[in-house]
């Protein structure tokens, strides 16, 4: 048995003396570890100190060959500048001088492209040798030309361009005329003019208007490749004249009909309207009262002197039926235009009478009648303008006239919404307007 024992026995102090060994050997290596990671993460370790090394490599990029190809082209533009000509411009494109005189001599008819306005652009499309195969010049309007190369000669044709519409917003102060104001704030003439047509039954623009007067207008702008094309349509305005604001809002109701309305939907186009004159640049100064030139002293004559340049058109204040066109004594070349409702209006002092214009002939509001001059007894050019009711001379100012038809009561609603936008846009011109008064 103890034999057996001390067999069974002997092996253990080998095995204890592993299993030792190898806690020994895993707990020697916590330290190391500990040591370890505590180097990796220790804190405040100065950078400075740390090995840097610069290593650079040589990269080889590929052989790239400039292309050749005969068949590329290229688009450029250049913008006209003042004092620009096709010529130069040709040159500035990069067109070779062979090109250049071939496009030049076929060319040398087309105005448009003689007359080249400043800010717009010459779009081109050539080879890499400089030769010229199209060119195309949008001057404004709804069209642009194009002129391309076939064979060896360039051919003109005009195609449409593609209109985009932008909402435009400006606003002025009134300190000379309507139209340095307008000028000074950016807005085409045919917006100037729309304005004053679409207020003329609330303010007469060659005698009310007065320094410091202001307009906000929001008006559609159409754009071609880009480039400003034409103005459009003026969508909102606001005039204050005098201290006193008019806002008149454009709106198409279902039937097809369009006009424009006050904000609460009352119609701004009356029977007659305020000054039976054309508006022009040429008039848009202030007037002032007139002194008699012949009797040499003041009268209270029963009508409205309009000082204004020879041949400025002449316009009829309401629809109505021409009862005499002709000379008659101090008013020279006048007509006599009768109205509905008892009333008539008298235009007297002309140079012309619209071309064809005759007794008993019908005319609408706006038409132009006739030309201002200086016959019968004047010495200046003037318009001399009568206002009666039932062929008494009036004040039409003080005389109760027919009101137009406002927006039905069915379309309100839709009226509201759809110049919702506008209104929004003149409240806020309106307010960066003053800011610039004060």
């Given at each position: 048995?103890?034999?057996?024992?001390?067999?069974?026995?002997?092996?253990?102090?080998?095995?204890?003396?592993?299993?030792?060994?190898?806690?020994?050997?895993?707990?020697?290596?916590?330290?190391?570890?500990?040591?370890?990671?505590?180097?990796?993460?220790?804190?405040?370790?100065?950078?400075?100190?740390?090995?840097?090394?610069?290593?650079?490599?040589?990269?080889?990029?590929?052989?790239?060959?400039?292309?050749?190809?005969?068949?590329?082209?290229?688009?450029?533009?250049?913008?006209?500048?003042?004092?620009?000509?096709?010529?130069?411009?040709?040159?500035?494109?990069?067109?070779?001088?062979?090109?250049?005189?071939?496009?030049?001599?076929?060319?040398?008819?087309?105005?448009?492209?003689?007359?080249?306005?400043?800010?717009?652009?010459?779009?081109?499309?050539?080879?890499?040798?400089?030769?010229?195969?199209?060119?195309?010049?949008?001057?404004?309007?709804s069209e642009q030309l194009v002129m391309e190369k076939s064979g060896d000669v360039f051919k003109p044709s005009t195609q449409p361009a593609k209109l985009e519409t932008h909402i435009q917003m400006k606003s002025g102060v009134i300190n000379s005329s309507l139209f340095a104001a307008v000028d000074g704030a950016g807005v085409p003439d045919s917006v100037a003019t729309q304005i004053v047509d679409i207020l003329a039954s609330e303010i007469d623009f060659h005698r009310d208007l007065r320094k410091g007067d202001r307009f906000t207008v929001v008006y559609d702008s159409l754009y071609g490749n880009g480039e400003p094309a034409r103005a459009g349509r003026v969508l909102a305005v606001e005039f204050v004249n005098q201290g006193t604001p008019y806002r008149a809002l454009y709106f198409q109701v279902e039937n097809g009909e369009s006009g424009y309305y006050t904000p609460d939907g009352k119609s701004l186009k009356k029977a007659f309207l305020r000054s039976p004159l054309e508006f022009s640049r040429i008039s848009s100064g202030f007037s002032t009262g007139r002194f008699h030139p012949v009797l040499k002293t003041w009268r209270a004559h029963k009508g409205i002197d309009y000082a204004a340049p020879t041949g400025t058109g002449v316009k009829a204040a309401a629809d109505g039926t021409v009862a005499f066109a002709g000379w008659q004594g101090g008013y020279g070349n006048v007509i006599f235009l009768q109205h509905r409702g008892s009333y008539s209006t008298v235009y007297g002092h002309l140079s012309a009478f619209a071309k064809g214009l005759r007794k008993g002939q019908h005319v609408r509001q706006g038409d132009i009648i006739g030309r201002v001059g200086a016959t019968g007894m004047a010495t200046g050019p003037h318009l001399h303008y009568e206002f009666r009711y039932n062929d008494v001379q009036r004040d039409p100012l003080k005389v109760a006239m027919p009101p137009a038809q406002p927006v039905p009561p069915k379309h309100m609603a839709a009226f509201y919404e759809h110049t919702k936008s506008s209104m929004a846009r003149l409240d806020m011109l309106r307010g960066t307007n003053l800011a610039f008064l004060d």
């Open positions: 048995m103890s034999g057996d024992k001390n067999k069974n026995s002997a092996p253990r102090p080998l095995a204890l003396t592993k299993k030792r060994l190898r806690w020994l050997i895993l707990l020697s290596t916590f330290p190391l570890f500990g040591m370890m990671a505590a180097f990796g993460i220790a804190p405040n370790t100065p950078l400075e100190e740390l090995p840097v090394q610069q290593v650079v490599l040589g990269l080889e990029l590929p052989d790239i060959q400039p292309s050749h190809d005969a068949d590329m082209t290229f688009w450029r533009q250049e913008r006209i500048q003042s004092g620009d000509t096709i010529a130069t411009l040709l040159s500035r494109l990069e067109v070779n001088n062979q090109e250049a005189m071939n496009f030049l001599r076929d060319a040398r008819d087309m105005k448009a492209i003689h007359q080249l306005v400043a800010g717009k652009t010459i779009h081109v499309q050539t080879t890499a040798a400089g030769e010229l195969l199209l060119l195309r010049y949008f001057p404004g309007g």
